[in-house]
């Protein structure tokens, strides 16, 4: 499970109200920050900073849940309730992540998106997670790792090997539990 702070503004031209930066919105955008590079981690740690602040400015302690899924094709973030995707991002195009030093819950990821006028745009996504923030970074990496090793059965078949996957092999085991729900993720 995974909480996410809600956009900050969804339209600097809304008027005078002031916004809840982490709050429920009325309209279905998806809470972002757009980066100007991505080229290290520090635009997520800066990020984390500013999600991290602003919570503690506006006293801010509910989130909306998701539970996100990492394949090895995308990250999706999943309503709870009603099971049906809230947003999808193409694991090619994260080209960042990482998890907080010191707040182990915080995990970040930047999202490069080609744009309708040929260009393209990164934005950085941060969540709180119930999971440890390496865990799901190392869920993403693996993620990553599979897509790059595709193109070799031989070097496949390694990688799955050294991976710990439930009984069934259809999950990978963040987690030090016991698969006690028939092959089916742990959920928190």
Same mark, same amino acid.
């Given at each position: 499970?995974?909480?996410?702070?809600?956009?900050?503004?969804?339209?600097?031209?809304?008027?005078?109200? /002031?916004?809840?930066? %982490?709050?429920?919105?009325?309209? &279905? *955008?998806?809470? !972002?920050?757009?980066?100007? =590079?991505?080229?290290?981690?520090?635009?997520?740690?800066?990020?984390?900073?500013?999600?991290?602040?602003?919570?503690?400015?506006?006293?801010?302690?509910?989130?909306?849940?998701?539970?996100?899924?990492?394949?090895?094709?995308?990250?999706?973030?999943?309503?709870?309730?009603?099971?049906?995707?809230?947003?999808?991002?193409?694991?090619?195009?994260?080209?960042?992540?990482?998890?907080?030093?010191?707040?182990? /819950?915080?995990?970040? %990821?930047?999202?490069?998106?080609? &744009? *309708?006028?040929? !260009?393209?745009?990164?934005? =950085?996504?941060?969540?709180?997670?119930?999971?440890?923030?390496?865990?799901?970074?190392?869920?993403?990496?693996?993620?990553?790792?599979?897509?790059?090793?595709?193109?070799?059965?031989?070097?496949?078949?390694?990688?799955?090997?050294?991976?710990?996957?439930?009984?069934?092999?259809?999950?990978?085991?963040?987690?030090?539990?016991?698969?006690?729900?028939?092959?089916?993720?742990?959920?928190?």
């Amino acid at each position: 499970d995974i909480v996410l702070p809600a956009t900050e503004f969804l339209d600097q031209n809304r008027g005078s109200r /002031r916004t809840n930066p %982490f709050g429920e919105t009325e309209d &279905e *955008s998806f809470p !972002e920050a757009e980066v100007k =590079t991505d080229s290290t981690t520090e635009v997520i740690y800066e990020a984390m900073r500013q999600v991290l602040a602003a919570r503690a400015i506006h006293n801010i302690f509910r989130m909306t849940e998701s539970h996100l899924m990492v394949t090895s094709q995308s990250l999706r973030l999943i309503d709870p309730q009603t099971q049906v995707s809230r947003a999808n991002f193409e694991l090619t195009s994260v080209t960042q992540f990482a998890a907080h030093q010191e707040n182990k /819950r915080l995990v970040g %990821f930047v999202i490069r998106v080609p &744009e *309708s006028t040929g !260009e393209e745009s990164l934005s =950085t996504y941060i969540f709180e997670s119930n999971s440890e923030g390496e865990k799901i970074c190392y869920a993403i990496n693996l993620g990553k790792e599979i897509i790059e090793v595709q193109k070799d059965p031989e070097a496949l078949a390694q990688l799955m090997l050294s991976i710990p996957l439930t009984n069934d092999g259809k999950y990978v085991l963040l987690n030090d539990q016991p698969d006690d729900n028939d092959g089916n993720p742990n959920e928190h």
